[in-house]
């Protein structure tokens, strides 16, 4: 099956400074990556998603990026704010109504 | 339009009892996906939906865990009786697409 891996576990950042978080995946039929942020309290809300047909998608502040080759993507964040404070997880899924492999989460704290 | 819901928010039970979580999806969404997230690990699949048949059950731990979608439209699922380990949060999704839209949870403690 698919195995997920995402690093770091936490990252902490001061306010307007960049953040990256990475996830690796094994399966190579995997073809759509979202991204969620979970704030506390809340549920996970999709932030941004990717599918293997493209290697970069970009919306406003955030961006993700794609290396089918390598099995590995990323989430990039410019000028953080401390309303970005969350944890994101990464997921990956085998296309439309398949079920999602998630990362272990990463909790972002953007420091003001 | 309104979002996936969840009930009871919060859940506190003994070993050994029955709890059943509920989950209401987004109107007109045939696809339903339940999740469990335990010990700040990461988030995992228990089973997938469509309308009321049980599409992938893969996930599901073992058969303590009963999940149904009577009519195709709301879904519980069923804990019994409940283990020490079943703690932690469980979150359903619905689907018309690629992306899956998230309940806020329902968080399980088991004593």
């Given at each position: 099956g698919e195995n997920v891996e995402q690093h770091p576990s936490t990252l902490s950042v001061q306010e307007g400074d960049s953040a990256v978080i990475k996830c690796t995946y094994s399966d190579s039929a995997s073809n759509y990556f979202p991204w969620y942020k979970q704030e506390l309290?809340?549920?996970p809300q999709l932030i941004i998603d990717?599918?293997?047909n493209v290697g970069e998608k970009k919306d406003q502040r955030i961006a993700v990026t794609l290396n089918k080759t390598a099995k590995h993507?990323?989430?990039?964040?410019?000028?953080t704010q401390p309303e970005d404070s969350a944890v994101y997880f990464c997921a990956a899924s085998k296309g439309n109504f398949n079920k999602f492999y998630f990362g272990s989460?990463?909790?972002l704290n953007v420091k003001p | 339009e309104a979002g996936v819901t969840q009930?009871?928010?919060?859940?506190v039970i003994e070993k050994g009892q029955t709890v059943t979580l509920r989950c209401d999806p987004i109107s007109g969404h045939d696809n339903l996906y339940w999740y469990r997230r335990v010990m700040g690990k990461e988030i995992?699949?228990?089973?997938?939906?469509?309308k009321e048949s049980k599409q992938d059950e893969s996930g599901m731990p073992n058969n303590r865990f009963?999940?149904?979608?009577t009519g195709g439209t709301y879904s519980t699922l069923k804990v019994q009786p409940a283990e020490l380990e079943?703690?932690?949060v469980y979150f359903c999704a619905s689907s018309q697409a690629y992306f899956q839209f998230f309940g806020p949870g329902t968080r399980l403690t088991v004593l």
């Open positions: 309290g809340k549920r990717i599918r293997s993507f990323s989430l990039h964040i410019t000028e989460g990463t909790k | 009930f009871p928010s919060h859940s995992k699949f228990l089973l997938h939906f469509v009963l999940a149904e979608r079943d703690s932690g």
